[in-house]
């Protein structure tokens, strides 16, 4: 009797088996897929602008990029710190713990890089600043926006805001050979979190002319910084590649560890954890190369690292991004 009902339910089992294992992998073909598409989402608009401003420089179209990036530091980050701010009101014990996860992952890059830069005898002034500090403005904001919408935006505005105080402050004092704590106190993205902060606490708003006003400047700064991202990369050459190559894995790969060692250390979850290890991540910032050119410390090797890193940086973030996500 058994034999004979195995015998009739055979064709039965093993058709039902056969459905299982279709449905198994239509289930994860649809989750690759959806997975797929979060991540083009999120990167996109991110190469494809950085990408417009490449082709608008190559092709010598004009674009003042001194000027752009004056107003974007001066204007425009300022505005969009202040909007995100106060249009998501984050927990300001949140936005503190993001500041001192900054402050912490640029301790302990400037730690390590420190001692790598004196064990291959390589001079600080040239290397450190564009080992220490990534490129939060240009690509970490709208990736932090597209993977975690607005209040992710407003957490990686606050890493943004206190790593630019300290690349204006230290990173510039350590290019120049002379660190100026004065122009701590002229950088408008520390007003700008000032002043967010205290509406915050207070529970008040902007009147709805300033609002408007503030929103709409805000809405021009990531496309000006991408394209402003892409322009300076068609004006970059690497003169040593392998030193290059060295040293932007070191800014993408130990960004990474120290980015996730400081969000483990302090806690953080959920957007706030994202915004910190993506922000920590990104490639070497353009103004480290500025710095050096402006203080003649070996411009076209800062150069070199800057492209690269920001090349490898493109080509790993289907990768972050996943990570991320799916934390």
Same mark, same amino acid.
């Given at each position: 009797?058994?034999? /004979?009902?195995?015998?009739?339910?055979?064709?039965?089992?093993?058709?039902?088996?056969?459905?299982?294992?279709?449905?198994?992998?239509?289930?994860?073909?649809?989750?690759?897929?959806?997975?797929?598409?979060?991540?083009?989402?999120?990167?996109? %608009?991110?190469?494809?602008?950085?990408?417009?401003?490449? +082709?608008?420089?190559?092709?010598?179209? @004009?674009?003042?990029?001194?000027?752009?990036?004056?107003?974007?530091?001066?204007?425009?980050? %300022?505005?969009?710190?202040?909007?995100? +701010?106060?249009?998501?009101?984050?927990?300001? !014990?949140? &936005?503190?713990?993001?500041?001192?996860?900054?402050?912490?992952?640029?301790?302990?890059? &400037?730690?390590?890089?420190?001692?790598?830069?004196?064990?291959?005898?390589?001079?600080?002034?040239? *290397?450190? %600043?564009?080992?220490?500090?990534?490129?939060?403005?240009?690509?970490? =904001?709208?990736?932090?926006?597209?993977?975690? #919408?607005?209040?992710?935006?407003? =957490?990686?505005?606050?890493?943004?805001?206190?790593?630019?105080?300290?690349?204006?402050?230290?990173?510039? #004092?350590?290019?120049?050979?002379?660190?100026?704590?004065?122009?701590?106190?002229?950088? @408008?993205?520390?007003?700008?979190? $000032?002043?967010?902060?205290?509406? $915050?606490?207070?529970? +008040?708003?902007? %009147?709805?002319?300033?609002?408007?006003?503030?929103?709409?400047? !805000?809405?021009? /700064?990531?496309?000006?910084?991408? &394209?402003?991202?892409?322009?300076?990369?068609?004006?970059?050459?690497?003169?040593?590649?392998?030193?290059?190559?060295? *040293?932007?894995?070191?800014? =993408? !790969?130990?960004?990474? !560890?120290?980015?996730?060692?400081?969000?483990?250390?302090?806690?953080?979850?959920?957007?706030?954890?994202?915004?910190?290890?993506?922000?920590?991540?990104?490639?070497?910032?353009?103004?480290?190369?500025?710095?050096?050119?402006?203080?003649?410390?070996? @411009?076209?090797?800062?150069?070199?690292?800057?492209?690269?890193? /920001?090349?490898?940086?493109?080509?790993? =973030? @289907?990768?972050?991004?996943?990570?991320?996500?799916?934390?």
């Amino acid at each position: 009797m058994p034999t /004979t009902l195995t015998a009739v339910l055979s064709p039965e089992l093993g058709e039902a088996r056969s459905r299982g294992l279709r449905w198994t992998v239509n289930g994860a073909l649809s989750y690759v897929l959806s997975m797929i598409s979060d991540i083009l989402a999120i990167i996109a %608009p991110v190469m494809v602008i950085a990408l417009i401003g490449y +082709v608008w420089e190559r092709r010598g179209m @004009p674009f003042d990029n001194n000027m752009v990036t004056q107003v974007v530091i001066n204007v425009g980050s %300022p505005c969009l710190l202040l909007s995100s +701010v106060l249009s998501t009101r984050p927990d300001l !014990a949140v &936005m503190a713990r993001i500041a001192g996860a900054a402050i912490l992952v640029l301790a302990l890059t &400037m730690a390590v890089a420190w001692a790598v830069l004196r064990a291959l005898r390589q001079p600080l002034r040239v *290397f450190l %600043p564009v080992l220490v500090f990534g490129n939060t403005g240009n690509v970490g =904001l709208p990736l932090c926006l597209f993977a975690f #919408g607005p209040e992710g935006l407003a =957490l990686a505005v606050a890493y943004f805001a206190t790593q630019s105080v300290l690349q204006f402050s230290i990173g510039a #004092g350590i290019a120049s050979g002379q660190v100026s704590w004065q122009s701590v106190f002229k950088s @408008p993205a520390l007003y700008a979190i $000032i002043i967010g902060c205290a509406m $915050i606490s207070a529970d +008040v708003t902007l %009147p709805r002319v300033l609002t408007n006003t503030v929103n709409t400047l !805000a809405g021009l /700064t990531i496309p000006l910084m991408l &394209m402003s991202l892409g322009i300076a990369l068609a004006g970059l050459r690497v003169v040593e590649f392998r030193r290059s190559m060295m *040293f932007a894995v070191f800014r =993408l !790969a130990g960004g990474f !560890a120290l980015g996730l060692a400081a969000a483990w250390a302090l806690g953080l979850e959920g957007a706030a954890w994202g915004a910190v290890v993506v922000q920590s991540t990104m490639p070497a910032a353009v103004f480290s190369y500025l710095f050096a050119a402006r203080y003649g410390n070996r @411009p076209e090797e800062v150069a070199g690292i800057v492209f690269i890193s /920001t090349i490898l940086s493109f080509l790993s =973030l @289907p990768l972050l991004m996943a990570f991320v996500l799916h934390h």
